[in-house]
């Protein structure tokens, strides 16, 4: 079964504020993740990753942390805008494997 | 220019139909994957080739066949299609298996009536 989940399947996000989408994985042997993002009608897009050496990683307004301790995975979105609406999902590789397995997803709504 | 590309976007068909998705990249990646997407926007991967060779196999009825007959192509073929095989199908490629940047096709809608 899979083995990344998420605590909320909607979250909804004043314009300007910053978004926080979590994720939960339970294979302690994965050591790389990934955030993807899908608007509406298209395909998955990559945002950020990071490996497990690593606690956090930063890109243009996105900050993932990854907490290994309790197997928690979070997105920080800053200054959401409304072109961050879309159905977050975080993945992971379990470590000497080739595939990434998905999270349920997150959808991000964006309040005006 | 189109990274991934998949054909068709929608395919409307009957139960018991044989029918093929095509995709294609065109970013010089080693490795392809098939994703099928439920209604609950769960994302799960079905099949990877690497370099033609198929490296990943997840469960998926035989009637699924993936066929990549070079690197830039990976074909899906779905024979006697049932209502549960409704969904959209995503294809996708990276340069390294499971790792790095994976790179997704727009989908393609499988309604099955």
């Known amino acids: 079964g899979e083995s990344v989940g998420l605590h909320l399947p909607t979250l909804s996000v004043q314009e300007g504020d910053n978004s926080i989408i979590n994720c939960a994985y339970s294979?302690?042997?994965?050591?790389?993740f990934i955030w993807y993002k899908q608007e509406s009608g298209k395909g998955p897009q990559f945002i950020i990753d990071i490996r497990s050496n690593m606690d956090k990683r930063q890109g243009q307004r996105v900050t993932v942390l990854l907490n290994k301790t309790v197997k928690h995975l979070s997105l920080q979105i800053a200054a959401t805008q409304p072109g961050d609406s879309a159905v977050y999902f975080c993945a992971e590789t379990p470590g000497g494997d080739d595939k990434i397995i998905f999270g349920k997803g997150t959808r991000l709504h964006i309040l005006p | 220019d189109t990274a991934v590309s998949q054909t068709p976007k929608y395919l409307v068909t009957q139960m018991g139909n044989d029918k093929s998705i095509k995709c294609e990249q065109n970013l010089g990646h080693d490795t392809m994957y098939w994703y099928k997407q439920d209604s609950k926007k769960f994302l799960k991967i079905m099949f990877s080739y690497n370099n033609k060779e198929l490296i990943i196999n997840e469960t998926v009825p035989n009637r699924f066949s993936p066929k990549s007959p070079d690197k830039a192509h990976l074909n899906l073929h779905i024979n006697s299609l049932e209502l549960g095989d409704s969904a959209v199908y995503f294809c996708?490629?990276?340069?390294?298996?499971?790792?790095?940047?994976?790179?997704f096709g727009p989908g393609t809608r499988l309604t099955v009536l």
């Open positions: 996708a490629s990276s340069q390294l298996a499971g790792y790095g940047e994976q790179f």
């Open positions: 294979n302690s042997a994965s050591d790389y």
